[in-house]
């Protein structure tokens, strides 16, 4: 009998920490569709509680928030071609206020827990794009009652997407400003709100499981994409969204890429926020999906 087979480790899933927030979404679509879902054991967690998990070895690969992997890439390395950002607003991660953005010097904005980079890039806009000195305080994750207490305040995932669309429908609630639609007037660039990061060690020591999850991400982004309208309208059956909402924040706001741009977009982050800039803008990522010279 082959006991020892049961308990092999290196015979397990790769473990792989999502956000469980609508942003995460088209990849379980692609990863149920193409079967690679199969493959991997998904874990849900908040994005900082991933990234200290991945960094505690109790994950094999996480969506961890991009100023984690900053401050870990010595430990992480990115997968190349995927993360969770977008090219003008995302409408994900916002800043809602009672008042205009040059108005909030001194005033208390409330910060949302668990989000560590929305976080960081509301501070960095109103410093260093409107030279505003705010009081920053912890804050809620829900929507309606965030302002409470604050002047504004600081929201990201599904009550971020929520306080920009009841924001459309209702102009004379507070005001609403897209934290990465702010970013790319500001820089030209692409921001990078969550990067695929793998532990250095789990990718040297099971470097062909952690290649087939990233091919298996790859390929459930792609159709995602490809099937975006049918997506939007299955999941719209249990979201608080309409189908055209989750369209445009599937298909558009939302962009998994993670090329040169993005790249540099994460790079200007790293530099406006003082840390270093990671290798991978050196070219070291995990080695690319598909190409098993590498990885065998
Ligand atoms: C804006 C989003 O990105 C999230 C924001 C993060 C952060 O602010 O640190 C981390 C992970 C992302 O999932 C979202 O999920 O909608």
């Known amino acids: 009998m082959e006991i020892g087979h049961y308990a092999d480790r290196e015979r397990r899933r790769p473990r792989l920490g999502h956000t469980g927030f609508l942003d995460c979404v088209p990849l379980f679509w692609g990863l149920a ?92 806009l109103l410093e260093e794009r409107y030279g505003v000195v705010s009081r920053y305080v912890p804050g809620s994750r829900d929507p309606v009652s965030v302002l409470r207490g604050a002047d504004a305040a600081v929201l990201f995932g599904d009550a971020a997407l929520h306080a920009a669309v009841s924001r459309g429908r209702t102009p004379a609630g507070p005001r609403v400003y897209d934290l990465a639609g702010l970013w790319r007037e500001w820089t030209g660039l692409p ?22 999850a990233h091919r298996g991400l790859l390929a459930a982004r792609d159709l995602a994409r490809a099937e975006n309208a049918e997506l939007a309208a299955r999941t719209a059956r249990w979201e608080p969204f309409d189908v055209p909402t989750l369209e445009s924040y599937f ?12 790249v540099a977009g994460l790079a200007e982050f790293a530099r406006l926020t003082g840390h270093g800039v990671p290798a991978l803008v050196s070219g070291e990522w995990f080695p690319v999906a598909g190409d098993e010279s590498t990885v065998a």
Do not use: C, K
């Open 191 to 212: 921001f990078v709100f969550a990067v695929w990061a793998v532990r250095r060690e789990v990718a040297r020591r099971r470097p062909v499981a952690v290649a087939a």
């Open 33 to 124: 569709r193409t079967a690679a879902l199969l493959d991997v054991d998904l874990v849900a967690d908040t994005p900082d509680r991933l990234a200290r998990r991945l960094l505690a070895g109790d994950l094999d690969i996480a969506a961890v928030p991009a100023v984690t992997y900053l401050r870990h890439s010595e430990e992480l390395l990115a997968l190349p071609g995927i993360a969770s950002g977008s090219d003008g607003p995302m409408m994900s991660s916002v800043l809602v206020s009672n008042v205009g953005l040059d108005e909030l010097r001194g005033a208390t904005v409330a910060l949302a827990p668990a989000g560590p980079t929305s976080r960081r890039l509301a501070q960095l």
């Open 251 to 262: 298909g558009h706001a939302l962009d998994y890429s993670f090329g040169a741009r993005q």
